[in-house]
């Protein structure tokens, strides 16, 4: 099985713990900064709207010397109409 080590990680999985999308994990870019995203929104499959999900302080890490996270929890907060 091949390692998941990333000390380098660009990436993070974003778990969605609520909402229409509950349960559902994506892979998002972290900031430039290094940060995870604080909010994203995630287009609907029919089209037309965006769920948006806010980070929480939930945070794994892949071992003791991980310094960036590798899934953050986001909690959704609303749908965005286009």
Do not use: N, W
């Not at 559902?24 to 029919?46: C, M, N, R, W």
């Amino acid at each position: 099985m091949a390692s998941m080590e990333t000390t380098s990680a660009r990436s993070y999985t974003a778990k969605l713990i609520d909402g229409p999308l509950e349960g559902k994990t994506i892979s998002t870019a972290f900031l430039d900064s290094g940060e995870p995203q604080p909010l994203i929104a995630i287009p609907a499959e029919s089209g037309g709207k965006r769920f948006s999900y806010a980070r929480t302080a939930g945070l794994e890490f892949a071992g003791d010397s991980s310094e960036l996270p590798t899934a953050v929890e986001y909690r959704y907060r609303e749908t965005l109409f286009d």
